[in-house]
């Protein structure tokens, strides 16, 4: 059975965190049914590891049940904020695994859309496989390096044989791009 609002569409997630707040599990398992297939896979894409996966996931869900009342409508979508935590909880782990302590300080871009569905988050998808596209070579290899290996500035220099300015300055202007087209 899918939640719903009073007027019979699917319940947003503002509405159903505000029934988190009130301790309702039934709103916790509608947003858990949401986005727990997108939050595992962008935890699996980087760790490759089933079970560090699942704890991240089932992590940021008891996250959202202890503090639900801190989440802010205004900024930005819960869609957004569990893929980036979901990112950068999963390679904190990974470079815990891996001896590697320094701070995530990349760059991000902040999802001003609604991703309540499975169309919009397709759209969503399909559009930052258009923009990931357009972009130059370089830009394209550093964001997947740094995104979607989990790849820090300095390995990622390491790797293509490019100067570590070289590859912020890509990743940098590869982002801006991204939030102009995405924001």
Do not use: C
């Not at 505000?18 to 894409?45: F, H, I, N, P």
């Not at 560090?52 to 205004?74: C, G, K, M, P, S």
């Not at 904190?92 to 001003?112: C, D």
């Amino acid at each position: 059975m899918r939640p719903q609002g009073s007027t019979g569409e699917l319940a947003s997630d503002w509405s159903l965190l505000e029934r988190v707040v009130r301790k309702d599990e039934e709103a916790l398992s509608a947003l858990y049914d949401r986005y727990s297939g997108l939050v595992y896979s962008e935890a699996k894409r980087i760790l490759r590891d089933t079970g560090a996966a699942e704890e991240i996931l089932q992590d940021l869900f008891y996250q959202i049940w202890r503090t639900a009342e801190r989440f802010d409508e205004a900024r930005g979508s819960l869609g957004g904020w569990l893929l980036v935590a979901a990112r950068n909880r999963a390679i904190s782990r990974l470079r815990r695994k891996t001896g590697k302590t320094e701070e995530l300080k990349e760059n991000g871009v902040g999802l001003r859309v609604d991703l309540e569905s499975r169309t919009a988050q397709n759209l969503l998808l399909e559009k930052v496989r258009g923009v990931m596209q357009e972009l130059p070579e370089g830009q394209r290899e550093a964001v997947e390096l740094a995104y979607f290996e989990g790849m820090s500035h300095t390995e990622i220099a390491e790797k293509t044989g490019q100067p570590l300015g070289t590859i912020k300055t890509r990743i940098r202007s590869a982002m801006e791009t991204l939030k102009r087209v995405l924001g």
